[in-house]
């Protein structure tokens, strides 16, 4: 299912060390003040660090119910990439 959802999302670079100038290349055009690019560029090199792998009861305790994967999401919720991926 997910592989379904990525291939319609652009592919980023494996390395690291190469996330900061493409992602900082890839956001410069959308016109946004340059600390929120920097936003940008340390969350997603935060992501592919690991550093956000962290799995805490929180979503359950604020919600109540145990949460679900993004694969489970997705195989519930066609509809919400439906117009990600070509006919």
Excluded: C, K, Q
Aim: net charge negative; proline share 8%; charged share 15%.
């Amino acid at each position: 299912m997910l592989s379904i959802v990525s291939a319609a999302l652009p592919v980023w670079p494996t390395a690291l060390a190469t996330w900061p100038s493409v992602t900082t290349t890839a956001r410069a055009p959308s016109g946004a003040p340059a600390w929120e690019i920097e936003g940008w560029v340390t969350t997603y090199t935060s992501i592919a660090a690991g550093e956000l792998d962290v799995v805490t009861g929180d979503i359950e305790s604020l919600t109540g119910r145990a949460p679900i994967t993004l694969d489970e999401f997705l195989r519930a919720n066609p509809d919400s990439y439906g117009h990600l991926v070509a006919s």
